[in-house]
């Protein structure tokens, strides 16, 4: 059964960086898309990144464009989200959770969306994201 590990985060200045892993186990990651979120307190979980293993498309809101980066190590079996200029307002519990690429045409597999929220086959435990002076 496929399992997911977040690490790296911790807390960093504004304008500053931080490099989030996600390890898988249990299975490869070339059937699955991974999707990267976040929920700050008091907010709801959203959707950061995402990648489909697949074909290597991917996908992410508006906040992290331009500014964060996904791409997946195969030989690590490892999903990696680079996050750059981080702001205050990124502060928040990162979660990385596989969805099966099959649920959806390739140009809507990574698509945010309750769809998409309610094929999520494993989230992980999450890894704290603090900016902040």
């Known amino acids: 059964q496929l399992q997911l590990v977040e690490s790296g985060g911790g807390q960093v200045q504004p304008g500053g960086s931080l490099r989030l892993s996600c390890a898988a186990s249990?299975?490869?990651?070339?059937?699955?898309?991974i999707g990267w979120f976040r929920q700050a307190p008091g907010r709801n979980r959203e959707g950061v990144s995402c990648?489909?293993?697949?074909?290597?498309?991917?996908y992410s809101k508006e906040f992290a464009k331009g500014r964060f980066t996904i791409s997946t190590d195969n030989a690590k079996n490892t999903v990696w989200l680079e996050m750059n200029s981080l702001k205050p307002e990124d502060t928040a519990i990162y979660y990385c959770?596989?969805?099966?690429?099959?649920?959806?045409?390739?140009?809507?597999?990574?698509?945010?969306?309750?769809?998409?929220?309610?094929?999520?086959?494993?989230w992980g435990e999450g890894t704290q994201v603090t900016v902040s002076t």
């Open positions: 959770a596989a969805i099966p690429a099959s649920w959806a045409p390739s140009r809507a597999v990574c698509y945010f969306s309750s769809l998409m929220y309610n094929k999520i086959e494993t």
């Open positions: 249990g299975s490869a990651l070339d059937h699955y898309a």
């Open positions: 990648i489909n293993n697949q074909d290597g498309k991917t």
